[in-house]
């Protein structure tokens, strides 16, 4: 798990990040996504009109072919007239790049100088079949410039679709798990150190009430004892007993007869 993730100290400010980052990266990988499946679509359509300029290539020769045939037939040998004729290129190919679903095409195109040298070819014999013989061949020649660029857009579509899918199977398979999983840590970690606040907290609190029984329970004692102390402390409110008793003869003693009483009063 560790190996799968990215190496973070947990907190909250790191697991917005990698939301964020997360975020883009799904982002990224649909847009990539639909990438490659305009390249796709792009190089199949390409594929099919390779085919297609392929299988009109070989009509389009023959018919040159042919054609220089019959232009040999009528004029003679006149290949070694024209190249001697010739001072510089009637005919060139300029390069152009161009777009396609944000990958630079290579394109070419066909430049026409217009110092063909071949105006005055045929005037005795066979002038005609020339010209259909350099018909021919321009024809060839625009349909080779185009399959040049078709097979040219191909191969750099196919190359970008490679590199779009390689991107693509990375940020499925290794980016966004890998961000994901780093979440996951991140969150438990701080689902973790949550639990262990509370846990604390609570083990802080108990403790408190703990002190504070034991508080209460000491002073609850120190007060019996303080009352205590305090009835031993206070004074008797009864009468007060002589602390040696007195006989039976002292008790009559002090017992007055009602009859001495009587006799004092006559």
Do not use: W
Not at 92 to 114: H, S, Y
Not at 175 to 195: F, G
Not at 238 to 264: R, V
Request: proline letters at 3%.
């Amino acid at each position: 798990m560790a190996q799968n993730r990215f190496p973070v100290f947990p907190s909250r400010m790191s697991l917005q990040q990698f939301k964020i980052r997360t975020k883009g990266a799904r982002k990224g990988h649909s847009l990539l996504k639909r990438k490659s499946d305009a390249l796709k679509a792009k190089v199949h359509a390409c594929l099919k009109e390779i085919y297609d300029v392929k299988n009109q290539m070989n009509e389009i020769m023959s018919t040159a072919n042919f054609s220089h045939t019959q232009a040999t037939h009528a004029a003679g040998d006149f290949n070694q007239k024209i190249i001697t004729k010739v001072e510089s290129a009637g005919i060139k190919v300029a390069c152009r790049r161009e777009n396609v679903v944000g990958v630079p095409i290579l394109q070419f195109d066909k430049v026409d100088t217009g110092s063909s040298q071949d105006s005055v070819m045929g005037i005795a014999k066979g002038g005609v079949q020339i010209r259909q013989c350099k018909t021919a061949y321009s024809n060839a020649l625009d349909l080779l410039i185009k399959l040049a660029s078709l097979q040219t857009s191909f191969q750099e579509l196919d190359e970008a679709m490679r590199v779009t899918n390689r991107r693509v199977n990375a940020l499925d398979n290794v980016v966004i798990p890998k961000l994901e999983n780093t979440m996951h840590y991140i969150a438990s970690e701080l689902d973790e150190r949550e639990r262990e606040d509370l846990f604390r907290l609570k083990k802080v609190v108990a403790k408190k009430k703990k002190d504070a029984a034991i508080a209460e329970a000491y002073r609850k004692g120190q007060e019996k004892k303080d009352r205590a102390r305090n009835v031993e402390n206070a004074p008797f409110p009864g009468t007060i007993i002589d602390s040696e008793p007195k006989s039976m003869m002292d008790d009559m003693n002090d017992y007055e007869d009602p009859e001495d009483n009587i006799a004092d009063a006559f």
